[in-house]
């Protein structure tokens, strides 16, 4: 499973949420969640927009419980590895993987 953020231009300023963020582009910040088993491609199971210039891991733990969930739903019973950049490192990130017997590869910012 991995998890992640881009920005989606969009080019009228009434578009609800957009803002300016890092690419200075108005636009929408989504992340995205798949899964990939030896028998399927990739699938994505959840997904969730948020504002242009929204923190690359804001409600990444939320989205991931419910990508979890959804993935237990669909009858997976494997072992799940879920795979994401730094900006995804946080206590309740790992807390939403150990609740649901995931492992993680999560990387970490070096300081």
């Known amino acids: 499973m991995a998890g992640d953020a881009s920005v989606k231009p ?3 300023p009434a578009e609800q949420g957009a803002s ?3 690419t200075k582009q108005r636009g929408l910040h989504f992340q995205i969640v798949t899964v990939k088993t030896s028998t399927c491609a990739p699938e994505i199971v959840a997904t969730r927009l948020r504002k242009g210039s929204a923190n690359s891991g ?3 733990a939320s989205l991931l419980r419910e990508a ?3 993935i237990r739903v669909m009858g997976i019973t494997a072992q799940i590895i879920v ?3 730094s900006a995804h490192f946080s206590h309740k990130v790992v807390a ?3 609740a649901h017997g995931a492992g993680q590869a999560v990387a970490v910012r070096l300081y």
């Open 68 to 70: 979890l969930a959804t």
């Open 10 to 12: 969009v080019y009228g």
């Open 58 to 60: 804001r409600g990444a």
């Open 96 to 98: 939403a993987c150990r």
């Open 83 to 85: 795979r994401a950049d």
């Open 20 to 22: 300016f963020g890092c």
